[in-house]
């Protein structure tokens, strides 16, 4: 899985960086602490998943999402937001505009390494989907009667 980190504090970069060494399954294709800069990322790294912190030093991950889902990309990435919001309004917009999951750093065991392996819990439940970009979503979760098949 190729992933791309958008993260503005730089120690938790470090950790995610570190823990990924441990981690062969995930190619890490991008750093970047800048909404924009994160936006020419995944055009160029074509990443199957994105780690996005909401709140950056340059721009924000609501505007990441938002210029994410306009983008014309063959097939958008699975975004994981981190965030220390909880505000109703916030993580609505975040779900309408295409997050895959969000992880609240305010909980106890919140850490870097806890968001790859919540990345990878997932990975399980989803399987790449042949709708466009456009929609959203790249991933679809795979229905529970097909899992029990597996």
Do not use: W
Not at 25 to 49: H, Y
Not at 104 to 131: E, G, V, W
Request: aromatic share 8%.
């Amino acid at each position: 899985m190729k992933l791309l980190i958008v993260e503005d504090n730089q120690q938790e970069c470090l950790q995610f960086q570190q823990y990924l060494e441990e981690k062969p399954e995930i190619d890490l294709v991008g750093i970047s602490d800048s909404a924009v800069e994160a936006l020419k990322l995944a055009e160029e790294m074509k990443p199957d998943a994105v780690i996005l912190d909401l709140e950056l030093q340059e721009g924000s991950g609501l505007e990441f999402l938002e210029q994410l889902q306009i983008k014309s990309l063959e097939r958008a990435p699975f975004v994981l937001v981190t965030t220390a919001t909880t505000h109703a309004t916030t993580l609505q917009f975040v779900r309408e505009k295409g997050s895959g999951f969000i992880l609240t750093k305010n909980i106890r065991n919140y850490s870097p390494q806890f968001a790859i392996d919540q990345l990878l819990h997932l990975k399980k439940y989803l399987s790449p989907a042949s709708y466009p970009a456009s929609a959203g979503y790249p991933y679809e979760l795979i229905p529970a009667r097909s899992l029990r098949e597996q």
